[in-house]
């Protein structure tokens, strides 16, 4: 014992920290998720595979369609991009529950919720973050395809609100998509739980409605194809949906919006009120 | 300066905090004591907002934690010495750190420094050994330069040259009028460090008082004695109205006797002595005493522990007693 002990009431010796204090706000937390995200493996794995196989089946496709002269039925070869969306969306779903998954296997959340207690804060500033690196990154790789698909496979010349639905949304939808797998691992706070489920929301309305042959299945059948996640991506690029009274151009951003929406609103409510 | 007003935690049926009141003081190291299992993370947990009490409060120079705007300016925890990604290098984990309270970026290179992590700043903190993680959880708490430090178990895995340093680290950021709250099932390490101790024991409050006031009550010293001739010893003590009791190997222990005064009882009657020896009963064996008073089915053989008729008794309803109510 150096130091005296002090009994109550004298007067306490008070450190004042040298460092200026500055309001800290959501740019900060902004800064410091951006400082996570380019910071960790699973960032330039899941990424680069996305790029990868955006580019690789987008462009393999695309050299496939041209050599045997597929017939595109007065479609313009911008659809050819959907293959390469479809499975790099896996990548970014992957990448988007890992965003916040993560911090609860390695016990990161609690010192990010010490230095941040405002939880809202946090999960906001995680999203932000990643939503527009996915965003910049799919809307770009997405477009420099759609310019080469168009370039190699002789198709009519697509209109410019097809082009913006092949880039931009192709991009929000993806980055979307993302978002709710983020949600969804905020929710379950388990990586694999939360891969795994998301990989099943993706293929599961397909494969069941392939099972329901039934007369009284029918309608259910035809929701679950027109609104599986690939139907949605389909629909994006075309002028009209897997049908009829399926969504399409716009609408399926739109929907996805606002599941992702509510998905969030449910992994901000439960956040702010759950022992960490 | 933090208050702990009625602090509860419940999961389910079981309480892991009960009604837990204290402070913890500016300027001093307080340890915050108690077996496994007894709340202290629970507590120190609520205390960072990390969990919700079920019901009391935690206040921090009067604010909750969360109104807090910069925490790390006013508290630096190190709670699990993991408590990283490993994937990340030591540097980009405390960077994200400090950008999140608005902390300029030579802060980390100095809190590297300050733990001696500066050598491996840029490896991925997944292969740190738990000492090289230990100070890794230490440097983010010395980030903000807070006033107030929490540690949990700060000395686990050090080895006895980091166990050293954080005694002295621990001292020195207390000596500038910082608050320490440390945490630990050491009593030992406690003595060495602690100036206020607070113990805890399935949840509850059992003390609340200054390190050399525990000290002074709970080590009984006795004089130990070890002689051939011993049942003419005993006699002899009898005698005198002194109380031997027996504690194997032929051995005899005496309260409220001297050396001096034993050494020359025995020397006039002539009574051959292998051991006079004036003892202490350790610290650890008055705070395992403690708190297993607070352990409703724990084993009690013989009372080892004589010295404390008029002294406190720790028993279920945990009396709480403190330098200013029973202190001297």
Known sequence: MTTPYQQPGAPFGT??????????????????????????????????????????????????????????????????????????????????????????????????????????????????????????LTTAIAAFVAVVQTGMVEAPDATGAQWLRATVG???????????????????????????????????????????????????????????????LIAIYSESGVSESAPAGW?????????????????FAVLNTRDV | MIELEGLTKRFGTKVAVDHLSFQVRPGVVTGFLGPNGAGKSTTMRMMLDLDNPTSGRVRIDG??????????????????????????????????????????????AEVLDT???TSVARKKSKGFSLGMAQRLGIASALLGDPEILM????????????????????????????????????MSEMALTADHLIVIGQGRLLADTSMADFIQRNSRSFVRLRSPQQERLRDLLHEHGYQAVESGNGTLEIDGA??????????????VLHELSAQRASLEEAFMQMTAGAVEYHA??????PGTDSGPRWGDQAPRWGTTSQGK
Not at chain 1, 251 to 267: Q, S
Not at chain 2, 83 to 102: D, E, I, P, T, V
Not at chain 2, 161 to 171: A, D, P, T
């Open chain 1, 15 to 136: 450190y004042t920290s040298p460092i200026p204090v500055r309001r800290a706000h959501l740019g900060d937390a902004l800064a410091s998720e951006w400082t996570k995200i380019r910071s960790v493996r699973a960032t330039v794995w899941t990424l680069g595979v996305m790029v990868l196989l955006m580019l690789g089946v987008g462009l393999g496709v695309a050299a496939i369609v041209s050599n045997a002269n597929v017939d595109t039925e007065g479609e313009p070869a911008l659809g050819m991009g959907f293959f390469g969306v479809l499975l790099g969306s896996i990548c970014v779903m992957t990448l988007g529950v890992l965003t916040i998954a993560s911090e609860y296997g390695t016990g990161m959340i609690r010192t990010t919720l010490t230095a941040c207690p405002s939880r809202g804060r946090v999960l906001a500033a995680k999203a932000i973050v990643f939503f527009l690196l996915v965003f910049t």
């Open chain 1, 170 to 232: 192709i991009g929000l939808f993806v980055a979307l998509l993302g978002l709710l797998a983020l949600a969804v691992g905020s929710l379950i706070r388990h990586s694999a739980g939360a891969i795994t489920i998301m990989i099943g929301l993706m293929l599961f309305p397909l494969v069941a409605a392939m099972f329901m042959m039934s007369e009284s299945l029918q309608d259910l059948q035809q929701a679950l194809l027109e609104y599986s996640i690939p139907s949605q």
């Open chain 1, 251 to 267: 609408e399926p951003v739109w929907i996805m919006l606002g599941v992702t929406a509510v998905a969030l609103g449910a992994a």
């Open chain 2, 63 to 108: 604010k909750h934690y969360r109104d807090l705007e910069e925490p790390l300016k006013y508290i630096g925890a190190l709670l699990e010495a993991k408590a990283m990604h490993g994937g990340r290098s030591a540097y980009n984990n405390l960077l994200c750190l400090a950008q999140s309270n608005r902390i300029p970026e030579r802060r980390v």
């Open chain 2, 115 to 117: 733990v001696g992590l």
């Open chain 2, 151 to 186: 540690f949990d178990e700060p000395v686990n895995g050090l080895d006895p040259e980091g166990i050293h340093w954080i005694r002295n680290l621990m001292k020195a950021l207390a000596a500038e009028g910082r608050t320490i709250f440390v945490s630990s099932h050491l």
């Open chain 2, 258 to 271: 001297t050396t001096e005064s034993l050494g020359e009882l025995a020397a006039r009657h002539q009574l």
């Open chain 2, 300 to 305: 009690h053989g013989t009372d080892v522990h």
